[in-house]
């Protein structure tokens, strides 16, 4: 349920000509691509560029994609947001700073859910020959390892290889990192 917002860079003639597809995930709380990035792209003037970020929306993911498509030919980039981080819902909210309403409903099961769409989608729509490869940063890190070692959440076949950066590895002691103890106390409430 719900759209999930994603990026595909790669630097072959065609996307039918990739050999090999990276698909990244994002930690938590934070995201991949741009919440506007599909209403930018689509209402840009014809022959216009597109963001001087990729629509990324972070350093890490635009770095990586960079630099994995000038060392790896015929390569795809894949990035998005999970179920519930700006520009991934069923209903947006009117403004872009303000979370959707998936949010506080998020879990990592959701989160291993939306991996698990976007690797099969791409695998039946977009490149069906390709290798695949999970990829992660953070919490992102955590899901692409479990999503990796979980072959009932791709049947399809394909999936290659994973690799991890920062990986966490105690889930429920990880969110002092990312929240301050005010935003602990609130959602203790």
Do not use: W
């Amino acid at each position: 349920q719900g759209r999930l917002l994603t990026r595909i860079e790669h630097n072959s003639d065609a996307l039918s000509s990739c050999k090999r597809v990276l698909l990244y995930n994002h930690g938590f709380p934070d995201s991949s691509v741009t919440p506007n990035a599909l209403s930018h792209f689509t209402e840009r003037e014809p022959g216009a560029p597109i963001s001087d970020n990729g629509y990324f929306s972070s350093k890490l993911p635009r770095k990586l994609c960079d630099v994995l498509l000038k060392k790896m030919p015929d390569t795809a980039f894949v990035a998005f947001n999970t179920l519930g981080i700006p520009g991934s819902t069923e209903h947006p909210p009117d403004r872009v700073q303000d979370p959707p309403p998936e949010f506080v409903a998020k879990t990592l099961t959701g989160d291993m859910k939306d991996i698990s769409d976007v690797f099969a989608f791409l695998r039946r729509e977009r490149f069906p020959d390709a290798e695949m490869c999970v990829c992660g940063m953070s919490t992102g890190a955590f899901l692409a390892l479990a999503f990796a070692a979980r072959e009932d959440l791709h049947p399809e076949g394909g999936l290659s290889a994973c690799f991890v950066l920062a990986c966490v590895d105690d889930i429920p002691s990880s969110v002092t990192v990312d929240f301050e103890a005010e935003q602990l106390e609130e959602a203790e409430r």
